[in-house]
């Protein structure tokens, strides 16, 4: 996770999970979740799951959503549970996740 503060500034490249802009940012920026705080400056571009710009935030640049179906496959598993009965039968007890 990478904050800019009120009076922080980076320019350049950066990847991260979450990048948090309060202060400027200028570059290019590859995140899983970006914000752009009130008063915070995004120039540049993005590629992001979640983008978030508040109210009185300035953004310029281009912004494009990362395709989560393709980065993340989902597997069809399964958990067994054991449950027991009030006669302390052993019954199975499955569930896709």
Not at 13 to 31: H, I, P
Not at 62 to 81: E, L, Y
């Amino acid at each position: 996770m990478v904050v800019i503060g009120k009076r922080g500034k980076i320019k350049g490249e950066l990847k991260a999970d979450k990048l948090v802009v309060n202060g400027t940012f200028e570059g290019s920026a590859d995140c899983v979740k970006v914000d752009v705080l009130t008063d915070g400056v995004f120039n540049g571009d993005v590629v992001s799951e979640e983008l978030t710009i508040e109210a009185k935030a300035k953004f310029q640049g281009q912004s494009r959503i990362r395709n989560v179906a393709n980065s993340k496959t989902k597997a069809n598993t399964q958990t067994k549970v054991p449950l027991t009965s009030a006669k302390s039968k052993s019954l199975e007890f499955s569930k896709e996740l």
